[in-house]
């Protein structure tokens, strides 16, 4: 602030050396200022704080706050900015995954067979997921065994269907909530003894959303990838949600059949 006369009579007071020294050692506790003007969690050392309370006038001059509070304003609208990104980009998530909850409703309205509506749910599910399987298992627990006859498959990936033991994913299922596995060479849901059935059908990463009918554990509905996945919430929670809305086409379909055969 000082101007270039008054620069030039304490140059001259007190020589050039000294001069130097005096600059750089304000500039030094300018820039300390603007640190803790920054971040709260740092302070000036006890000696420093000590002569900037002796010298009030000289404080007044140094500890200029409108640099940090400029910087301030602008990480605060950063902040603001990525807000309202991050805002967006979780409504167009919603909007999308809405629109997909309407197409796939509107399929399984058409549809009367039941297999015909776990293929079909099958196959949105997994497109919409790019998973390389989504298939709708029964679930026998008194024989403990799982069967999978429709399901989507990416081209050139083995398909899954047939009949399978039930193993750890019953219990697992049993939780009542969907069951989600980004790797089966690790995930602690999977028994050591269970990995080498696990590997050889091919199934490196799971999802699997549970039906719980009277205390029975009857179905499932599950996406899996060949590679490990670490799937996002909203995809374990579009599985559960596509689940949910397929079981309920399925029991229609099986009432309507009912009525037709009583007409």
């Given at each position: 602030r000082a101007s270039a006369p008054a620069r030039a009579a304490v140059r001259a007071a007190v020589g050039d050396a000294t001069f130097e020294?005096?600059?750089?050692?304000?500039?030094?506790?300018?820039?300390a200022h603007y640190w803790t003007e920054m971040h709260p969690d740092l302070a000036y050392e006890p000696d420093m704080a000590a002569i900037l309370?002796?010298?009030g006038e000289l404080a007044d001059l140094l500890l200029d706050t409108s640099e940090a509070e400029l910087v301030q304003g602008g990480v605060r609208l950063r902040e603001t900015l990525n807000h309202l990104q991050r805002?967006?980009?979780a409504l167009q998530a919603s909007e999308s995954r809405h629109a997909f909850l309407l197409r796939l409703g509107d399929a399984l309205?058409?549809?009367?067979?039941?297999m015909a509506i776990q293929g079909d749910a099958s196959r949105l599910l997994g497109e919409r997921l790019q998973t390389d399987r989504a298939y709708y298992a029964e679930i026998d627990e008194a024989q403990g065994h799982i069967l999978v006859e429709r399901h989507f498959v990416r081209a050139g990936v083995p398909s899954i269907a047939g009949r399978y033991s039930l193993c750890w994913l019953g219990s697992t299922l049993r939780m009542g909530g969907p069951v989600a596995?980004?790797?089966s060479r690790t995930s602690p849901l999977i028994p050591d003894a269970d990995r080498p059935a696990v590997a050889a059908a091919s199934v490196a990463a799971l999802v699997a959303a549970p039906l719980i009918r009277d205390g029975r554990l009857v179905a499932a509905?599950?996406?899996?990838d060949v590679s490990p996945r670490a799937w996002a919430p909203e995809e374990v929670e579009l599985v559960n949600d596509t689940a949910e809305r397929t079981w309920e086409a399925i029991e229609g379909a099986g009432a309507e059949g009912l009525l037709r055969e009583a007409d």
């Open positions: 020294l005096l600059v750089a050692y304000l500039a030094f506790i300018r820039t309370r002796g010298h805002v967006e980009v309205r058409l549809l009367s067979d039941p596995v980004a790797d509905l599950c996406v899996s």
